[in-house]
């Protein structure tokens, strides 16, 4: 398997634009999680689908963020309008909930972004 | 509040020695990890941890839970420069959601 996909690898916008960020996630997985990662606030995470359901968006940090899943191979992560807070690596990562697994997740590369 | 607490965030330490880092978690917990994230890199999982008195070993990296103390430690035993990373712990808190809240990790430097 190719592991979870993340595109584009690398962003740089300037504020006020929309951003949209990218995740295919490991084929078979039925959970897929947005995180931020910033110096300041570590390793956090945005929101959670199972079963391309979004399940828990606590950590969305406001309106201009919005997260979908159409599908079992696809979702995005929306910034709009996109500010220079918002500059940080965001993760996608997805997990399976089978029988008897640890619920393990795989991280994608990682979009880094750069709001100017 | 759940939180993670990584003891110590900072570490650098000589090649061959060994060292143990600490992972204390907020609440009860069915599930504990560690993972490893290289500088400019994604996360790569390195343990999970399910049980009270679980120990996993990988190469110098040994990993063990108690769910009573709510403590994981993650000792390195004869530390080599390709152990310089990034460590972190997380946990999902038992009966909740499949959320994992993280520790800001231990960066750990091994010099030679």
């Known amino acids: 398997d190719a592991g979870v996909i993340q595109s584009p690898r690398h962003e740089v916008t300037e504020m006020g634009q929309e951003v949209t960020l990218r995740c295919k996630p490991i084929s078979g997985h039925d959970y897929l999680f947005w995180y931020r990662q910033t110096m300041m606030r570590g390793l956090e995470l945005l929101i959670y689908f199972n079963n391309n359901v979004p399940i828990d968006d606590s950590g969305m940090p406001e309106d201009r963020f919005s997260a979908k899943m159409p599908n079992a191979s696809f979702s995005t992560l929306k910034i709009q309008p996109s500010e220079p807070r918002d500059s940080a690596v965001y993760f996608c990562?997805?997990?399976?909930?089978?029988?008897?697994?640890?619920?393990?997740?795989?991280f994608g590369p990682g979009t880094r972004l750069t709001v100017t | 509040e759940l939180k993670v607490e990584q003891n110590p965030l900072f570490l650098s330490m000589q090649e061959g020695k060994n060292y143990t880092i600490y992972c204390n978690y907020s609440t009860t917990s069915d599930r504990l990890y560690w993972y490893r994230q290289d500088p400019g890199k994604s996360l790569e999982s390195l343990f999970v941890?399910?049980?009270?008195?679980a120990v996993k070993q990988e190469g110098r990296l040994m990993a063990s839970l108690d769910t009573k103390a709510r403590l994981s430690t993650l000792h390195i035993t004869a530390a080599v420069h390709d152990l310089s990373a990034t460590y972190f712990c997380?946990?999902?808190?038992?009966?909740?959601?499949?959320?994992?809240?993280f520790g800001k990790g231990m960066k750990l430097t091994v010099n030679p």
């Open positions: 990562a997805s997990t399976t909930g089978e029988m008897g697994t640890s619920y393990e997740q795989y």
């Open positions: 941890l399910l049980s009270n008195g």
């Open positions: 997380a946990f999902r808190r038992e009966g909740g959601s499949e959320k994992l809240v």
